[in-house]
């Protein structure tokens, strides 16, 4: 199945670690994204990347890191930086193909700092 | 990108049209209108979009108004499973290719 995959679903971490949540796709999309959604809120961009070694930051990149090694993946690292963690981590994708640009999401990974 | 406005919750009773209306009275030209969906606790979907002409595929409808400041999207037949939070995006063509969410509206659907 085409698609994208997220793990954990849930993840556990105290506070001070770092942690890195997993993004894979098998779409051959260009670009991934890395969205935060707090309760009761719509997503905010982390991290977006266009192409394999290039990322850009979004619009709360602050205490998060990312890298783009392959294509299909896309790893996020929650540093200890962060000063409010705990959320709804959600990955997409897209083509970079003009007029077809919907993204497509994973299922998200909970994260709870303690 | 220009800022959508969404009603916070509507509900609609199963079998029937559920319209979600929205707002974007400041779009420009180049713009895209751009529905997704979230259920709870999941990752969001992609419903559908439009620039100028009505649109429709075979989850739903979009409705743009000849002025392109507000548009409505219709799910013709709604179900249980169409219970879900969405939102109306609009977005240029820039090379961040973003999506920048609000707070979307809450459909209900009844039994």
């Known amino acids: 199945d085409g698609g994208i995959t997220q793990s954990p679903k849930y993840l556990f971490r105290k506070e001070g670690q770092n942690v890195t949540l997993s993004c894979e796709q098998n779409?051959?999309?260009?670009?991934m994204y890395w969205y935060r959604q707090d309760p009761g809120q719509g997503l905010r961009l982390i991290y977006y990347s266009q192409i394999v070694n290039d990322f850009q930051k979004g619009d709360i990149a602050e205490g998060y890191s990312v890298s783009r090694e392959k294509k299909e993946s896309f790893p996020l690292t929650v540093t200890s930086a962060q000063k409010n963690p705990t959320a709804f981590y959600l990955c997409?994708?897209?083509?970079?193909?003009?007029?077809?640009?919907?993204?497509?999401f994973g299922p998200g990974t909970r994260l709870t700092v303690t | 990108d220009a800022k959508t406005t969404q009603p916070t919750s509507m509900d609609c009773a199963e079998g029937r049209a559920a319209n979600l209306p929205c707002n974007h009275s400041?779009?420009?030209?180049?713009?895209?209108v751009y529905w997704y969906r979230q259920i709870h606790s999941q990752g969001p979907q992609y419903i559908i979009h439009?620039?100028?002409n009505n649109e429709t595929n075979e989850m739903a409808s979009l409705i743009i108004t000849e002025d392109r400041k507000s548009s409505t999207l219709i799910l013709p037949h709604a179900t249980l499973r169409d219970t879900a939070v969405y939102y109306c995006i609009v977005r240029g063509m820039d090379s961040s290719y973003k999506l920048i969410f609000g707070s979307g509206t809450r459909l209900l659907v009844r039994p």
């Open positions: 779409l051959n999309h260009d670009a």
């Open positions: 400041t779009i420009s030209g180049n713009e895209y």
């Open positions: 997409a994708s897209s083509t970079l193909q003009q007029g077809s640009y919907e993204q497509y």
């Open positions: 439009g620039l100028k």
